[in-house]
């Protein structure tokens, strides 16, 4: 979906304030499957509370993972592009979690967004039950969503996304291989494997 500068504009003292999380911090780290030297990488753009974010999950991804993660074809890679305050925790919450569980997580709550991101409650108590379901206690539960550092390092990341890969709606693509094909939007397998194939003959 597109997406607003809202969630910038609302922190300015989060952005300038002494950081917290370190570059070396383990949460910050990759986070994809496939092989590392797939000869076409595929880095995803996306937020949580995004239903076209969801849809894709829903629709595309797991034609995807047996065609071409499994088969070596790529490495697809998720990068956090929070469009709000509650993605904005919620990729605090995954980032937060073992590497392993990660991909499970981000795919239990792009697959229940109505259980937890659109409730007539309390979204981030129920963002807590499922976090609970993959592991995190409350208390940590709470110091996460209490860390600033990593906060603002998760919107570094977005505003990089936007300023290297012109990323203008979630989701969106950068298929790297021989050439850099970039996508915005949900799209079929078809249209996926298309840049797939693009971007590896070059």
């Given at each position: 979906m597109p997406f607003s500068r809202r969630l910038i504009l609302a922190m300015p003292a989060?952005?300038?304030?002494?950081?917290?999380?370190?570059?070396?911090?383990?949460?910050?780290?990759?986070?994809?499957?496939?092989?590392?030297?797939?000869?076409?990488?595929?880095?995803?753009?996306?937020?949580?509370?995004?239903?076209?974010?969801?849809s894709f999950h829903k629709d595309t991804l797991p034609q995807v993972k047996r065609d071409l993660v499994e088969t070596g074809a790529i490495r697809l890679i998720w990068v956090d592009f929070p469009l709000d305050q509650l993605a904005l925790a919620a990729a605090c919450i995954a980032r937060t979690l073992p590497a392993e569980r990660y991909e499970g997580f981000i795919g239990a709550l792009l697959a229940n967004q109505d259980r937890w991101a659109f409730t007539r409650g309390d979204p981030r108590e129920e963002l807590a039950k499922m976090a609970a379901l993959a592991g995190l206690s409350r208390a940590k539960y709470d110091e996460v969503l209490a860390d600033d550092g990593l906060k603002r390092a998760i919107i570094e990341q977005r505003m990089t996304a936007e300023k290297q890969y012109n990323v203008?709606?979630?989701?969106?693509?950068?298929?790297?291989?021989?050439?850099?094909?970039?996508?915005?939007?949900n799209m079929s397998y078809d249209r996926f494997q298309q840049l797939v194939e693009e971007a590896r003959r070059g």
């Open positions: 989060l952005i300038a304030a002494p950081a917290l999380a370190q570059p070396a911090d383990p949460r910050l780290g990759e986070r994809g499957i496939g092989r590392p030297d797939a000869p076409v990488k595929v880095m995803e753009f996306f937020s949580l509370t995004c239903t076209h974010c969801a203008s709606a979630t989701p969106s693509f950068a298929f790297q291989g021989r050439a850099t094909r970039n996508q915005s939007g």
